[in-house]
């Protein structure tokens, strides 16, 4: 079993650092990266074992028939991670296609 982001994911977690960085959520920024590692980090070795449900049609745009799974970083901060299951050469893959928290997308779950 594996877990992929595509390439958008990728760019958006890299950014994602210094996003948190300069909107003052964290007063280091090695600590926003190591925040956004370990949320990364987290995903790969959770997603698979954590309950998920489908996605709203909201969502399609970033692709159809995904599910999706909540991380919760913290009280406040809950990262939703949308992706879709597929086999490659036996081999079960879970395709992240987006993420974001709850602070951006909440009203549309």
């Not at 987290?42 to 909201?58: E, M, W």
């Not at 969502?59 to 913290?74: I, L, P, Q, S, W």
């Not at 991670?81 to 893959?93: A, L, M, T």
Request: no cysteine; aromatic share 20%.
């Amino acid at each position: 079993m594996k877990v992929l982001a595509i390439p958008e994911v990728r760019i958006y977690l890299q950014n994602l650092a210094l996003i948190l960085y300069e909107k003052e959520y964290f007063g280091f920024e090695d600590s926003a990266r190591k925040y956004v590692i370990d949320l990364f980090e987290d995903i790969k070795a959770n997603l698979p074992t954590l309950p998920s449900k489908p996605a709203p049609t909201y969502f399609d745009k970033y692709g159809k028939n995904m599910e999706y799974a909540v991380f919760r970083k913290n009280k406040h901060t809950h990262w939703y991670v949308f992706f879709r299951v597929y086999w490659e050469n036996g081999e079960e893959i879970y395709q992240v296609r987006y993420i974001a928290n709850n602070h951006i997308i909440a009203q549309y779950l």
